[in-house]
């Protein structure tokens, strides 16, 4: 494997930047000083990027450098046989400004006039930032997103209900496996999981999350909140009787039925994290006004990895590499949009939940 070189970490740094955006060389040096792991001048640098433009791949205008589009090409060839050595938070950024642009139409599909909480990255800091001034974030359009990839925006989590909405727009089921648990053991949890809701006529989307777990998404024909049904009572919470409520114990309800089948591995409590390390949670929490999840096709902003829809038939053989973003970019291309949520009708579903909540 080559080693990184100067010239490669200066070049991370531009890449990163939107087109014609020049930044000082007081900037870069800070950034090569850390990202090559040794302490730079400002004139070594100046010295650094005046052999980087002779090559064409950096231009300067009033002592500030920007990567010119011959640079971003050798820079897009480059990158891959030193990716170990690079800055990684840049490399998710510069990947996800690679890979965004190809899956644009999906992830608006999810996220459009709807509140949309944004994981920026940055060195070693990451932070989801949920409004701009007083407002929450809503996105619109395609310069919406770019504007966020702009500001190391990577990850776009939508809210699971419209702005002032009092009902959810999708029953979500998150698989959240504990530590201790396999990738495989969360394979099954799901499988049992969708044979569950399809007994009932539900046919979920299933996608990865982007790091170590899965979800199934469903979209339910409109309906109202059965008139006999009275919220399952927990020890942790005081609940309301509403669709948010009964929504979250349609996951408990199948965690439920999935724990007949497989004793022991999963739970619906989410209190004491340390208590579930060996098991796989059903994560009934998110189904909540302002509760939020993290869009089909978006980038996880700790692992690099896209949350991509999976067929059933693939789930047994998928392993974590596939949710690279060039590979899904390539299944993009030739497959489209993969996460088809068909509004199903929940009346059978509903029936056993409220007689479940009984008990």
């Known amino acids: 494997m080559p080693k990184a070189t100067l010239e490669d970490h200066a070049?991370?740094?531009?890449?990163?930047?939107?087109?014609?955006?020049?930044?000082?060389?007081?900037?870069?040096?800070?950034?090569?000083?850390?990202d090559a792991g040794e302490k730079f001048s400002e004139e070594g640098t100046r010295e650094l990027l005046g052999g980087i433009e002779k090559k064409g791949?950096?231009?300067?205008?009033?002592?500030?450098?920007?990567?010119?589009?011959?640079?971003?090409?050798?820079?897009?060839?480059?990158?891959?046989?030193?990716?170990?050595?690079?800055?990684?938070?840049?490399?998710?950024?510069?990947?996800?400004?690679?890979?965004?642009?190809?899956?644009?139409?999906?992830?608006?599909?999810?996220?459009?006039?709807?509140?949309?909480s944004v994981f920026r990255l940055f060195t070693a800091r990451a932070w989801l930032q949920r409004k701009l001034g007083p407002k929450y974030i809503t996105i619109k359009s395609v310069k919406d997103v770019q504007r966020w990839l702009d500001v190391h925006g990577i990850d776009f989590i939508p809210y699971i209900h419209r702005p002032n909405s009092d009902s959810p727009d999708w029953l979500v089921i998150d698989f959240d496996a504990g530590k201790k648990v396999s990738i495989e053991k969360?394979?099954?949890?799901?499988?049992?999981?969708?044979?569950?809701?399809?007994?009932?006529?539900?046919?979920?989307?299933?996608?990865?999350?982007?790091?170590?777990?899965?979800?199934?998404w469903a979209q339910l024909k409109p309906h109202e909140l059965p008139r006999d049904y009275?919220?399952?009572?927990?020890?942790?919470?005081?609940?309301?009787?509403?669709?948010?409520?009964f929504y979250a114990d349609i996951v408990r309800f199948v965690e439920s039925r999935v724990a007949e089948r497989l004793p022991g591995l999963t739970t619906a409590e989410t209190a004491k994290k340390?208590?579930?390390?060996?098991?796989?949670?059903?994560?009934?929490?998110?189904?909540?006004?302002?509760?939020?999840?993290?869009?089909?096709?978006?980038?996880?902003?700790?692992?690099?990895?896209?949350?991509?829809p999976l067929e059933l038939k693939e789930l047994e053989r998928f392993e974590l590499e596939q949710a690279d973003p060039e590979l899904v970019v390539?299944?993009?291309?030739?497959?489209g949009n993969e996460f088809a949520l068909r509004s199903a009708d929940g009346r059978g579903l509903f029936e056993a939940v409220v007689e479940w909540c009984r008990v």
């Open 57 to 116: 791949w950096v231009e300067s205008k009033a002592g500030e450098y920007a990567i010119t589009d011959a640079g971003r090409k050798y820079f897009d060839k480059r990158w891959r046989g030193v990716r170990g050595q690079l800055n990684q938070d840049y490399l998710k950024v510069y990947r996800a400004k690679q890979y965004y642009p190809y899956v644009m139409d999906a992830l608006l599909e999810f996220c459009r006039d709807r509140w949309v």
């Open 186 to 216: 969360t394979k099954q949890a799901v499988k049992v999981a969708h044979g569950v809701l399809s007994s009932y006529g539900i046919e979920p989307a299933i996608k990865f999350s982007g790091s170590r777990g899965f979800q199934m």
């Open 11 to 34: 070049l991370m740094t531009l890449a990163i930047k939107r087109r014609g955006k020049f930044v000082d060389v007081p900037h870069i040096q800070e950034k090569l000083s850390r």
């Open 330 to 335: 390539k299944r993009y291309r030739e497959r």
């Open 230 to 245: 009275r919220p399952k009572q927990l020890k942790t919470e005081r609940r309301e009787r509403n669709l948010f409520s």
């Open 274 to 308: 340390e208590a579930r390390v060996d098991k796989v949670l059903f994560d009934a929490s998110i189904i909540k006004p302002m509760g939020d999840v993290r869009a089909p096709y978006s980038m996880h902003y700790k692992t690099g990895l896209i949350s991509m």
